[in-house]
């Protein structure tokens, strides 16, 4: 069975409770399909973050679509882009190009069908390296990034990143539900969001997401 395949199997299409205008392929049951996907792959996983919803990708999405000027007509990066939610929003958005970007080749199959499912795969490329093995920003207008302070590893190489990337002149939007590696005093919070949440990996049925931007040194 193929990655795409495997999604295919594991998830169903269903409206994103916060962001309705995206439909995605999503799971259920977080730790059922964490087990199957270490079967299908006989060794271990990260957890499938692409199956699900998260509070900080909404939260992103609905800024981007509530501000399409945002991204009308520019080159996105989608980094850590899971499901491809804000990729999809941010086509939806006008973007002129998007690449959605993760690691994780079941995310990558899942970005994919849930582009078409959007109608966006025109616009929406999915991508499968990892930009933050490079000392360079990416060269684009604008870098989105959702949930990607879940630990202090990642919250340093990540927050490392989209400080390069907006020192070059890139708008910067980063989406977070206030997990403990979010480095709130490198960040100012431009919205906030009371987020519903289903079937994710999450102890609340509603996260208080924010989306924000690097601080600009003093």
């Known amino acids: ?10 998830t169903r299409p269903a409206p994103v409770p916060f962001v309705p205008e995206v439909r995605l392929h999503l799971a259920q049951d977080a730790i059922g399909l964490w087990e199957d996907t270490e079967s299908h792959t006989g060794e271990s996983q990260p957890p499938p973050f692409w199956a699900f919803a998260w509070a900080g990708g909404q939260a992103v999405a609905r800024y981007v679509l509530d501000t399409p000027e945002l991204v009308r007509g520019k080159v996105v990066l989608d980094l850590a ?5 804000v990729a999809i929003a941010a086509a939806l958005a006008g973007a002129r190009h998007v690449i959605a970007n993760d690691i ?4 990558v199959a899942a970005i994919g069908l849930n582009a078409r499912a959007n109608a966006v795969h025109g616009t929406v490329a999915p991508n499968g390296e990892d930009l933050l093995a490079s000392p360079l920003s990416p060269d684009v207008d604008v870098l989105l990034a959702g949930d990607v302070f879940y630990s202090r590893e990642m919250s340093t190489r990540m927050l490392a990143f989209l400080e390069r990337a907006a020192a070059r002149g ?7 539900p206030g997990r403990a590696y979010l480095p709130h005093d490198r960040l100012t919070v431009v919205a906030g969001y009371d987020v ?5 990996l999450e102890n609340a049925d509603t996260k208080h997401a924010t989306v924000l931007r690097p601080s600009t040194p003093d």
């Open 1 to 10: 069975m193929s990655t795409t395949e495997f999604v295919l199997a594991h």
């Open 104 to 107: 994780d080749p079941y995310a």
């Open 81 to 85: 882009s899971g499901s491809g939610l």
């Open 196 to 200: 519903p949440m289903v079937g994710a």
């Open 170 to 176: 890139t708008d910067v939007l980063a989406g977070d």
